[in-house]
């Protein structure tokens, strides 16, 4: 006679023990404030430290049960996006107070609202890769590269640092991109998200090496589906012949195409 029976017998007990134990664990973990918020982190982490329920919280320090520590890693991957991709310190407080989880002192503060305008709006629908048409911006969903052009204090490199901290990537400055031999030129032309700051402020020289270099890049990234931002002062045609090079005069007709297919190149007129 088969001893099948026999065998399982044990087996089920034992997966009747482990069931049993998580309804005991999810039973304790519903006697919890933060429970109710289940992957609202931030609400949760609010109810959690509101009675500070974290001490002597057997879920604490696990960030995959635990809001408050969910809600501090989240931040701290802010924090690394914008640190590891290069994003100037100046844009880097404001954006991380912005983000649920800061912390002053050990102790949760609440974040700050970034203040909206028009480069941060389209800034949000160009990183949410769906059509969008408003009043300030109209997009297919499908731009690989997306100029935002301007005078100064317009906002246009701060919605780029903000697109670093929401989808990771690399910053770059257009000069340092430009130069001979750049050490940034590599790791440049393959960063899923690219920011190149101050288009139009490399030096040309009579070769034309730096606007070609970034051209290059641009055109690289394109052909491999990779998302670029480009921030300048510059316009994109010039209005008269008598008027200093503008984009596509720098960067030529191929990058001018390429805006065209799947690109967007947007003047601001408002800014913070």
């Not at 609010?46 to 635990?66: Q, S």
């Not at 931040?75 to 590891?84: A, E, H, S, T």
Request: charged share 30%; glycine share 8%; hydrophobic share 40%.
């Amino acid at each position: 006679m088969s001893d099948d029976t026999d065998d399982a017998a044990p087996i089920s007990e034992t997966l009747a023990r482990l069931l049993e134990r998580a309804r005991t664990i999810e039973a304790r973990r519903k006697l919890l404030p933060c429970y109710p918020f289940g992957e609202d982190w931030a609400a949760g982490a609010d109810a959690c430290e509101a009675v500070e329920a974290f001490k002597g919280c057997e879920f604490a320090h696990l960030p995959e049960t635990c809001h408050r520590e969910r809600d501090k890693a989240l931040w701290n991957q802010v924090d690394d996006r914008l640190k590891l991709g290069r994003v100037p310190a100046d844009f880097i407080a404001p954006i991380l107070a912005s983000v649920p989880g800061r912390r002053i002192n050990g102790k949760r503060v609440p974040p700050e609202r970034l203040r909206d305008n028009d480069a941060l709006v389209i800034m949000r629908a160009f990183l949410a890769r769906t059509a969008t048409s408003s009043a300030i911006v109209q997009l297919a969903g499908t731009e690989r590269i997306l100029v935002l052009a301007s005078d100064v204090r317009r906002g246009k490199s701060f919605a780029a640092a903000y697109a670093v901290a929401r989808e990771g990537g690399l910053w770059v400055g257009a000069p340092e991109l430009a130069e001979v031999d750049s050490p940034l030129y590599d790791p440049a032309r393959n960063a899923p998200l690219l920011v190149i700051d101050d288009v139009g402020e490399e030096h040309a020289g009579n070769s034309g090496f730096g606007p070609g270099q970034i051209a290059r890049v641009l055109c690289e990234r394109y052909g491999r589906l990779l998302r670029t931002i480009c921030t300048t002062n510059l316009m994109r045609r010039r209005s008269s012949p008598t008027d200093a090079p503008q984009f596509v005069e720098r960067y030529g007709a191929r990058v001018d195409g390429r805006l065209s297919e799947h690109g967007k190149f947007l003047a601001l007129t408002t800014g913070p």
